[in-house]
């Protein structure tokens, strides 16, 4: 259903106000791919996670118990960040897969809630 021309010039204006307040933001969220988004936090999940290596390695070497425990710590959080950031651009992890599974209840977007409560909004006017 297309948007009227009040709620058009509306929706202009929110992103004018969004733009001239944080353009880096506007920009990010403007990207149509979310998959963009998941492949820069696996850049940083390895980039991470190779910090981590040379971490646990100085521990090591340098026989610093604490510096190879939190080497390692890195390791494995960037680890589980990378493989979450993995899953959900390959679709594994979206809530569509866990609803056809039956493990969580039907849950909507954002963007949905948003449009219902417009939807409800405009109906009572």
């Not at 509306?10 to 992103?15: N, V």
């Not at 940083?44 to 939190?70: E, H, P, Q, R, T």
């Not at 959900?88 to 409560?117: A, H, K, V, W």
Request: aromatic letters at 8%; glycine letters at 8%; one cysteine or more.
């Amino acid at each position: 259903m297309p948007l009227s021309e009040h709620e058009q010039r509306l929706l202009d204006q929110i992103e004018q106000a969004l733009y001239a307040e944080d353009p880096k933001w506007a920009n990010t969220v403007r990207i149509s791919d979310p998959r963009s988004h998941y492949k820069r936090r696996l850049v940083k999940a390895s980039i991470g996670f190779a910090l981590g290596v040379v971490l646990l390695m100085v521990g090591v070497v340098a026989a610093l118990i604490w510096l190879g425990a939190a080497g390692f710590v890195v390791m494995l959080a960037t680890c589980l960040w990378g493989l979450s950031s993995w899953k959900r651009m390959n679709g594994f992890g979206d809530s569509q897969s866990s609803r056809t599974r039956g493990r969580r209840p039907q849950r909507r977007s954002f963007m949905e809630r948003m449009e219902e409560r417009w939807r409800r909004r405009h109906d009572e006017h």
